[in-house]
């Protein structure tokens, strides 16, 4: 068969490379955007909002296709139904395609009402508009993402976001560059624009790819085992009832960072700021902060995105211990990534504002308080995907619900009051609240108890360690002169290496675990020298 099977970590991999990729280029040309004088933080204001409502609109429009269509797909190709899956896939197109459809036209049309009359901020409308088509375009990429997703085929999944991102930035700087000398919010539709321009793209290839296997396919489902056909009402209806839990925590993720474009742009009038000044204060949190701490976030996607499809085949195959096996070794992983990242960001803030955004270095206080929210969202992320797998799907849209019904009042009564700080630090308490909760829930369902030590305690050890190494390596380097951009690189790598070696010297990841790494052999092998020379030195 064309369309190959990829093992757990395997697919874990794939998935994390491109994030990785993906989130650097975004960070790329948001730092070129940023860094002209007429776009700065007041058109990454505009960029920004119009953005979150694009993203409400296309979680609800969208429905959590992949995760849905790769839940069911997955199970029905644990069984050896071939045919069932394929005929999952080409309903879900119809009906996903339609929704999108309607949602697009209702943005494009309805956005001088959403930019006036729900965000005070008119300057949003023309962004709103450059984006509505590209809702039909990801409803269409998602739905043959999840199909790829659910036969554990993580390759074309990420090939097309890279090149989606690849077209995204080109064509995001291109079109800003051709809009010079216009406003700031004619500057960000243009470079909102590129966003439906990529989604056209990465269709257009993912449709190439199924065309070109289509063939292939067939002949597998052909010789694949018969089972009885279900007509496509009942796969509709199925499809709408997974969808609906499953975007869930998609929608509610959404809506809070619009409840932040809402409240923080009328909490910080309030405080008072003219609208410039507000959207310049509004830019630095959504055109900086989070940007860098979207890194870590789509280091970790990864597992969520593999956990779901894995977890689900584990349990039709009745192998709940695979399932629970793969889920403490995802968090271990997911603590391990989150940990470090948000220790490096916090102490590291300043000089990496001065190396990134050297014409628009404000906002690094902002980022020493909202980067310990990385933490919680990486590991809510795992639980999330964990939860789904084992079909506890309204869960971690619930728990994140409440963490935004907590943001909101913060947002709202204490904005008006302290200004800028307020929406850095409710971040933090939204994702602390969902992370929580979800975990409660997750062991509950599991009914195990979580190995803290192994989860966190030691990984927290590995971080402190690597902090004070960290803070004190770039205090050197800047005591002997040699600048910011060589201290805070330097600093960083030292870093890397320092919290490396403190995962093999703790024994944090046991041989098993560091082989499904990537060089895991390797790092196997230094784990177990490391044991030897440990054990002979006792000796002596």
């Not at 989130?23 to 007429?38: A, E, V």
């Not at 989150?338 to 014409?359: D, S």
């Not at 690094?364 to 799907?393: E, H, N, P, Y």
């Not at 960083?492 to 990537?518: D, M, W």
């Amino acid at each position: 068969m064309a369309i190959k099977k990829q093992t757990f970590m395997n697919g874990v991999l794939i998935i994390m490379f491109s994030q990785v990729l993906i989130k650097l280029l975004g960070f790329i040309y948001r730092i070129i955007l940023t860094n002209f004088p007429q776009f700065a933080d007041e058109g990454n204001s505009y960029y920004g909002s119009g953005f979150q409502v694009y993203t409400l609109i296309l979680a609800i429009a969208t429905m959590g296709i992949p995760n849905t269509i790769s839940k069911l797909v997955s199970e029905k190709m644990a069984i050896g139904d071939k045919r069932g899956a394929h005929r999952i896939f080409r309903t879900a197109m119809v009906v996903f395609t339609s929704i999108a459809v309607l949602f697009a036209l209702g943005l494009f049309f309805g956005a001088d009402a959403i930019s006036t009359g729900v965000l005070k901020n008119p300057g949003v409308k023309y962004t709103l508009m450059a984006l509505s088509p590209a809702i039909i375009f990801v409803a269409m990429s998602a739905t043959m993402r999840g199909y790829f997703v659910g036969m554990q085929n993580m390759t074309q999944y990420s090939k097309t976001q890279i090149i989606e991102q690849i077209v995204n930035s080109v064509f995001s700087v291109i079109f800003v560059v051709m809009l010079l000398g216009a406003t700031p919010e004619i500057m960000a539709a243009g470079s909102t624009l590129a966003t439906t321009v990529a989604a056209s793209v990465a269709f257009a290839y993912l449709l190439r790819y199924y065309n070109k296997n289509k063939r292939d396919l067939w002949k597998d489902i052909k010789h694949s085992e018969k089972f009885a056909l279900e007509p496509k009402k009942k796969i509709a209806k199925k499809l709408i009832s997974y969808a609906i839990p499953l975007s869930f925590a998609s929608v509610v993720v959404a809506l809070s960072g619009v409840i932040d474009i809402v409240t923080v742009m009328d909490g910080l009038q309030k405080f008072g700021y003219d609208i410039v000044t507000a959207n310049e204060k509004f830019g630095i949190l959504l055109g900086k902060v989070d940007i860098l701490n979207a890194i870590p976030l789509s280091i970790n996607v990864a597992f969520s995105v593999a956990l779901v499809p894995f977890i689900s085949s584990a349990i039709a195959r009745h192998r709940k211990d695979e399932a629970v096996k793969k889920i403490n070794y995802s968090l271990k992983i997911s603590s391990l990534i989150a940990l470090p990242c948000a220790a490096g960001l916090f102490i590291l803030a300043e000089p990496i504002f001065q190396l990134v955004f050297p014409n628009a270095t404000a906002g690094a206080r902002l980022l020493q308080i909202q980067c310990w929210m990385i933490i919680f969202a990486v590991i809510d992320q795992t639980l999330s995907g964990s939860l789904q797998g084992l079909g506890k799907l309204y869960v971690p849209g619930a728990c994140l619900a409440i963490g935004a019904i907590l943001k909101y009042i913060l947002n709202v009564t204490l904005i008006p009051i302290y200004g800028e700080v307020i929406p850095a630090i409710t971040t933090i308490v939204y994702n602390f609240t969902a992370c929580a909760l979800c975990f409660i829930i997750l062991f509950r369902t599991l009914k195990q108890k979580p190995n803290m030590k192994e989860l966190f305690v030691k990984p927290i050890f590995a971080t402190i360690c690597m902090s004070i190494i960290t803070f004190l390596t770039y205090k050197l380097l800047m005591f002997l002169n040699l600048g910011n951009a060589i201290s805070t690189i330097s600093s960083l790598i030292i870093a890397f290496i320092t919290y490396g070696f403190c995962v093999i010297k703790f024994h944090i990841l046991n041989a098993e675990e560091l082989k499904q790494l990537p060089f895991g052999d390797k790092l196997s092998k230094i784990g177990k020298k490391t044991k030897k020379v440990e054990k002979n030195v006792k000796k002596c």
